[in-house]
């Protein structure tokens, strides 16, 4: 068992909760798919705990894998990445959903040094799918923004 599967288990059972709490404060017909989804979360994550137990039980052992988890962690890149997040969610109101995706993506991928081409490419793709499954078959109405409604 390693320190790192704990920690990834709490934080995977924290987000589903707080998805739980979410989804239970929405209409009784919109709850359905969220929950669906959420339980598979929870059952997926449980089976790794079990997992992880097992591995204990039968080897007896714990190890800290943090140090070698973090031994190239840059830390500009994980602070310009969370700083990008802040500043999305505050443009998402303003600028609207696709506006803000592409800026933000393409933000992050800077701040990660993947190159341009790849880069534009997996925006045009992510936006590309996100436009045709939301807007166009789920018909789910995206936030347009303050300055284009």
């Given amino acids: 068992m390693k320190d790192s599967d704990i920690g990834v288990i709490v934080v995977i059972y924290a987000i589903a909760t707080w998805f739980l709490v979410m989804t239970l404060q929405l209409p009784e017909g919109a709850q359905s798919y969220p929950l669906i989804l959420i339980s598979a979360l929870y059952v997926c ?5 079990l997992q992880q137990i097992w591995h204990f039980k039968r080897h007896k052992l714990f190890i800290n894998d943090f140090r070698k988890i ?9 602070f310009g990445v969370v700083i990008g997040c802040v500043i999305y969610l505050a443009l998402v109101n303003y600028l ?7 800026l933000y993506l393409m933000l992050a991928q800077f701040f990660l040094k993947v190159k341009p081409i790849p880069a534009v490419i997996s925006c045009v ?11 166009m078959f789920l018909k789910v109405p995206l936030p347009l923004g303050v300055l284009f409604e």
Avoid at 45 to 49: I, K
Avoid at 70 to 78: A, H, K, R, V
Avoid at 96 to 102: A, F, H, P
């Fill in 96 to 102: 609207g959903y696709y506006i803000s995706s592409v």
């Fill in 125 to 135: 793709c992510v936006m590309g799918v996100t436009y045709l499954v939301f807007s």
């Fill in 70 to 78: 973090f031994q190239g962690f840059i830390p500009s890149q994980f």
């Fill in 45 to 49: 994550n449980t089976l790794l705990l």
